[in-house]
């Protein structure tokens, strides 16, 4: 877990609004990926393992989102004409999740309903689900970015038109708090 935020971050990770807002109060610190993940020299890797969180509204569900999250729901029938980039994430750790049970072992970490957790796993079965733990940075002043065309569609990374100082980002959970409940969902999915 010693990675750390590089000095700027010009990439953008597009994830449910609800889910960033999780993230960045420090009530999740987990994702779910299929693909976009290899296996170098053993390891699993993410093509961009620090990111700009890039809020997304229209495919959100509220069906597939706890009564906790409900609250910060919006429901939209179109992205925004103008996005509020507010949190960062680091990568920490991948891991191929193996089992449904496994989830359900660490069930009190994320937001999402069990529907969701079953169409993540039953989508394109023959590739594997996994885990991806997310220290969570928070932007000293939120940023504005206009939704241009290049930041649309159905994709999960996109290049910002500006870099961000990697300086502007404090942690949401301090190196402490964040270990423990790392060292807890570990241990929970093992």
């Not at 990770?13 to 779910?32: D, P």
């Amino acid at each position: 877990m010693s990675r750390t935020l590089p000095a700027s971050l010009g990439i953008g990770l597009k994830e449910w609004a609800t889910v960033c807002a999780a993230l960045s109060s420090g009530r999740q610190m987990i994702l779910l990926r299929k693909g976009g993940i290899y296996e170098a020299a053993g390891e699993f890797e993410l093509e961009h393992p620090s990111f700009v969180f890039f809020p997304t509204y229209l495919h959100q569900n509220l069906k597939m989102l706890k009564p906790e999250a409900h609250a910060g729901f919006e429901a939209r029938s179109a992205e925004p004409a103008q996005v509020k980039l507010s949190s960062a994430g680091l990568v920490t750790d991948i891991f191929q999740l193996r089992s449904r049970s496994q989830m359900e072992a660490i069930d009190g970490e994320h937001i999402w309903t069990p529907p969701l957790i079953d169409m993540r796993f039953n989508y394109r079965p023959e590739n594997p689900l996994y885990l991806l733990l997310v220290r969570a940075y928070r932007l000293s002043a939120e940023l504005t970015v206009e939704n241009t065309p290049a930041y649309a569609g159905c994709k999960s990374w996109v290049p910002l038109d500006g870099a961000i100082e990697a300086g502007k980002f404090m942690p949401v959970l301090d190196k402490n708090a964040y270990s423990a409940r790392r060292e807890n969902v570990l241990s929970a999915i093992e």
